[in-house]
């Protein structure tokens, strides 16, 4: 992969020098698809003040809202675990954005960010394809 060397060292700079890839998968979003439900990747410590796992998503075809591409609601890593972590509850989390990319673009972003990926069901788009890598301590 080009780039490769700097995406581990971004991982690297993010979970230190202990991380190992935990998932590589194919992400195929179909015409008609049901959206995936709005989830954090990271599923433990999610109290923590910096994340467990890194999530870098690679577009195999261009993604956007028409053919599955991937909301995130920025700042719910920290709006979230500083509420499980002050056991406090969260009145309401910012508007969710669309992520829209081109084939071969890498989006790295922390586990504890809530996103939803191939949300929209398909209209006469073709078919959405991606891989999806996590990394973690």
Known sequence: M???????????????SN????SLI???????????????????ALDSRSPLTINILTPITDIDETNGGTLVIPG?????SDAVRNQK?????PPAINIDA???TMIITDGRLSAQHGYQPHRD??????????ASL
């Open 2 to 16: 080009q780039g490769g060397a700097l995406v581990e060292q971004l991982v690297t700079e993010a979970l230190g």
């Open 19 to 22: 991380w190992i890839c935990t």
């Open 26 to 44: 194919a992400s195929i979003s179909l015409k008609g698809g049901v959206p995936q439900a709005l989830h954090q990747d990271q599923d433990i």
């Open 76 to 80: 719910s890593h920290l709006v979230l």
């Open 89 to 93: 509850s969260v009145d309401k989390l």
């Open 102 to 104: 081109k084939a071969g």
């Open 125 to 134: 788009a073709p078919h959405r394809h991606a891989q999806r890598h996590a």
